[in-house]
């Protein structure tokens, strides 16, 4: 009595299954073309004209970088505002502070930081995440880690750490000593200090806002 | 394993593949203790085996043994499935060694090197330092020769003999699977670029490609466990593939809500993510229904007892199917929406999804496809169970799963503390971490993991000795 | 660059753990449901259970209304809900026809 019904041939779902994947991965490509273009780094020239890129240009490190709710988007967004010191400097050319985040970011793999910590949320959850590190109110000249470290700026209390964190133990869990050097050590403080600069959507919600500004009731 | 059974050599073959698995196996298990005691008391085998290299090795030894055993199982089942000789299989055992070989290398220096300094010759020689895929570039490339092998086997083997609906998907899915790997081997300035690849790999592997190959493996396992109309099992494997690919591959919306991607990939991201759960429910059913299916006209004939000629095995797919279901399912559909997920994205919760995702996804259906193995080396018609085989699969089972609820509860406080409340920042994760929920989420995911533990030690033991057991039916 | 519409509204602190509940009890129920009914079509279990599977269907779609209104999603997704429901009430109708077609060629 049933007849032949193209709901029950294989033909029929095999080919449905090669259009619906091939569908689904087109899709993703094209996707990927047009993220792509907006993660892009950005460069000098854009940071010297205002223009907003997903992901600054390594010359971010000249300027100073605050995380500020956008009413529009209804989230946080980092703002790069005027010209900062890192390192005594802030005339870092396109060629130093490019040299200086390759050096930040081989260091982040070669150290393994994604193995305890998260990066833009991603990795291990035994130690904070680092994707706003870089204006974490503890690092801040009144902050408990600068205070520890007996620096004067931000990025010399984090380089600081990095070199030897078994000295400035802040909890039971510490961080182990991976041999960072100090030219290494500056150059992950440059790739911290980029990385906060990243437009995350809004990630992490409340950061540095202790007691939750909104949510505290 | 006995193997004097065993005419095909491609399984042979097989079983060198799954006893390498289940060795990598243990020392999965072993570097996640360390690790989990490290949580609990922080100055474990501190400077000596710190938490990093303990959970690097967790979880490439998780990776590893799973795709030694998938490697494996294909092999097992191409002579089932295209009724020849596997084309190529001395070059697939030479491969074995090499691969194996190339894996040792790679976890001695993971633990006496561990970390090197920041330039090209750590990334080429020691480490990659990227989540899941650390293997230093040397490996990546090996690997790639080593898995083009493989598939080289897979396609002469499936073109020269039949093609099955089973053997055509897995030739597809086994490309992609190797393809994809390709996107996790540069280096970039750019971590937003970084991980936008890095993501291609790990969730195209773990939400797509190995989705639906195990969605083939279920298939031959119902049809040689409990004789399953191959028609209908096809079918259904086609009708999987289409929902696990249609939503898996735009499911990596997910991933980049908060990478420096723009934010379209919210809207896309929550819808696919949300379908995602769809096949998972479709293959829990398609196990329920060829079971019921075959067991009651077995009734109707007028047969007595069980349809299943592998309880064992048969047992493990079924804690497949739960598990697939509640670990990638229920623990992934709770955190996937971006409203939700900004809080809990890289929390303990994430933590929780992915032990009892693995697990339920794939460890659970890799152990069963080494029982399938077990009953063909020793060329028995029906695998009862034993003592050590009951116990095994619920200590494990129990373990991972009481390993997720402990992770589930310390990831609600990490959720709320550190991030709704504090604002995910050092003091803030601190606070999180020392919450009294926390430490004692953390001493239960200890003790459950002891369990799973003890669990495979006995799962070892009945691997090793089943196969002698008077109980079964030659 | 393209006008930026989507926001994200906060989420009160009492309002987490029952949207974490209620997500899980949409998979969790709407397995009840399929598994309900298809272990009744299969024979496995009495035909007087086949109520049981569409009351948790209608479970399903009361915690996903729960976790939608906690999340404060906007239009556009609380009308895919509402479609995505509505599919899933007739999923497992179209796919129990389609294997019994099967079997019914391949068997008699």
Redesign the interface.
């Known amino acids: 009595m049933a007849n032949k019904s193209v709901w029950s041939d294989n033909r029929f779902w095999q080919r449905s299954a090669a259009w619906v994947t091939g569908f689904a991965a087109i899709l993703l490509i094209w996707l990927t073309f047009d993220t792509s273009g907006q993660i892009s780094m950005g460069s000098d020239a854009d940071l010297k004209n205002g223009v907003t890129k997903r992901v600054p240009g390594p010359t971010v490190i000249n300027y100073k970088i605050t995380y500020e709710m956008d009413t529009k988007r209804g989230h946080e967004v980092p703002v790069i505002g005027a010209k900062e010191k890192f390192f005594g400097r802030d005339d870092y050319s396109e060629k130093e502070a490019g040299d200086l985040l390759h050096l930040g970011k081989l260091g982040s793999q070669a150290k393994n930081c994604m193995d305890c910590h998260t990066l833009l949320g991603n990795g291990a959850y035994y130690a904070p995440d680092l994707t706003k590190a870089w204006l974490d109110p503890a690092w801040e000249s009144t902050g408990s880690m600068q205070a520890m470290t007996g620096k004067n700026t931000k990025e010399e209390a984090m380089a600081e750490f990095l070199q030897f964190p078994s000295k400035y133990p802040t909890h039971a869990r510490m961080m182990p000593n991976l041999g960072i050097t100090a030219a290494e050590a500056k150059g992950l403080v440059a790739f911290l200090k980029h990385m906060s600069s990243i437009d995350t959507n809004g990630f992490p919600r409340n950061f540095g806002k202790i007691q939750g500004a909104l949510n505290g009731k | 394993m006995a193997s004097n059974h065993l005419k095909w050599e491609s399984k042979q073959l097989a079983t060198w593949y799954f006893t390498f698995a289940a060795i990598i196996f243990g020392a999965q298990l072993l570097f996640g203790l360390i690790a989990a005691i490290q949580y609990v008391m922080p100055g474990f085998l501190f400077e000596i085996v710190d938490f990093s290299i303990a959970r690097i090795l967790h979880i490439n030894a998780l990776v590893v043994w799973m795709v030694f055993a998938m490697i494996g199982s294909v092999y097992w089942l191409l002579p089932d499935e295209t009724g020849i000789e596997t084309v190529g299989i001395k070059i697939g055992k030479l491969l074995f060694w090499v691969f194996a070989a190339a894996i040792v290398v790679v976890v001695l220096v993971y633990l006496l090197v561990q970390v090197g300094p920041a330039d090209e010759t750590t990334i080429w020689f020691i480490t990659e330092g990227r989540e899941y895929i650390e293997a230093p570039r040397w490996a990546d490339i090996g690997i790639v020769v080593v898995v083009l092998g493989f598939i080289g086997n897979l396609y002469a083997t499936g073109m020269k003999g039949k093609p099955t609906g089973i053997v055509t998907v897995l030739m597809a899915d086994m490309l992609a699977f190797a393809g994809i790997y390709l996107a996790g081997m540069f280096f970039t300035d750019n971590i937003s670029v970084d991980q936008f690849w890095w993501w291609w790999v790990i969730h195209l592997w773990v939400e797509a490609t190995w989705e639906v190959f195990v969605g083939a493996i279920a298939a031959y396992g119902l049809i040689t466990m409990i004789g399953a109309h191959r028609k209908v099992v096809e079918m259904w494997l086609w009708i999987e593939v289409a929902m696990l690919f249609g939503s898996g591959i735009l499911g990596m919306g997910h991933h980049y809500f908060w990478i420096g991607t723009p934010e379209y990939w919210w809207e896309i991201g929550a819808l696919f993510s949300a379908l995602e759960p769809l096949p998972l429910v479709a293959m829990f059913i398609h196990v329920l229904y060829d079971w019921g299916k075959q067991q009651g006209a077995a009734h109707q004939r007028g047969e007595e007892g069980s349809v299943i000629t592998n309880k064992p095995a048969f047992t493990w797919f079924i804690l497949q199917a739960f598990g697939n279901f509640l670990g990638a399912g229920v623990w992934g559909f709770f955190h996937t929406l971006p409203q939700v997920n900004l809080y809990t994205h890289g929390t303990q919760f994430t933590s929780a999804h992915g032990h009892l995702a693995f697990f339920g996804a794939y460890a659970t259906i890799l152990i069963g496809m080494m029982y399938v193995a077990i009953q063909g080396s020793n060329g028995i018609k029906v695998l009862k169970h034993t003592k050590s085989s009951i116990a095994a699969a619920w200590m494990i089972a129990g373990g991972v799963m009481g390993m997720t609820v402990a992770l589930t509860i310390a990831g609600y406080v990490d959720v709320i503390v550190t991030r709704a409340q504090m604002g995910a920042t050092w003091a803030g994760y601190f606070d999180g971490h020392s919450g009294m929920w926390m430490l004692q989420g953390m001493d239960w995911r200890l003790i459950m993991g002891v369990v799973t533990f003890l669990g495979f030690l006995f799962l070892i033991k009945d691997f090793l000795s089943t196969g002698k057991n008077a109980v079964h039916i030659r | 660059?393209v006008e930026?519409l989507?926001?994200?509204?906060?989420?009160?602190?009492n309002d987490?753990?029952p949207?974490?509940v209620s997500?899980?009890l949409?998979?969790?129920f709407?397995?009840f449901y399929?598994?309900i009914y298809?272990?009744v079509k299969?024979?496995?279990l009495k035909k007087w259970a086949m109520p049981l599977a569409y009351l948790f269907w209608l479970l399903t779609a009361y915690c996903l209304y729960v976790m939608g209104s906690l999340?404060?999603?906007g239009d556009t997704?609380a009308k895919?809900l509402v479609v995505?429901m509505i599919g899933y009430l007739l999923?497992?109708h179209a796919?129990y026809?389609?294997?019994h077609?099967?079997?019914?060629?391949?068997?008699?």
Do not use: D, K, R, W
């Open positions: 660059m930026v989507a926001v994200q509204p906060e989420i009160a602190l987490f753990l949207i974490f997500s899980a949409v998979i969790v709407g397995g399929v598994g298809t272990a299969v024979g496995m999340m404060h999603v997704t895919a995505a999923l497992p796919v026809y389609m294997q077609q099967v079997h019914e060629q391949n068997e008699h």
